[in-house]
């Protein structure tokens, strides 16, 4: 899938890998590797005729850590 090969490049290089994900799409990268930062975003949508709240969050593949 080509979400697993970003981010084993993000890996392989020491590449940031972030990304906006719907709160239902959120499980899905988690798989991969993502983690949530922050809150989710709530977006108001009714200006653009469309009822509801939608929920976005920002999700990041944490870069490792520099060995000592």
Known sequence: MLVDWGVQQAK??????GLE??????P?????GFQQVGPLIELDCSRFGIAGIFEMANMVVPRPSASP
């Open 12 to 17: 392989k290089t020491n590449a940031y890998a």
């Open 21 to 26: 994900a719907s709160a239902d799409g959120r």
């Open 28 to 32: 899905v990268y988690a798989k991969y």
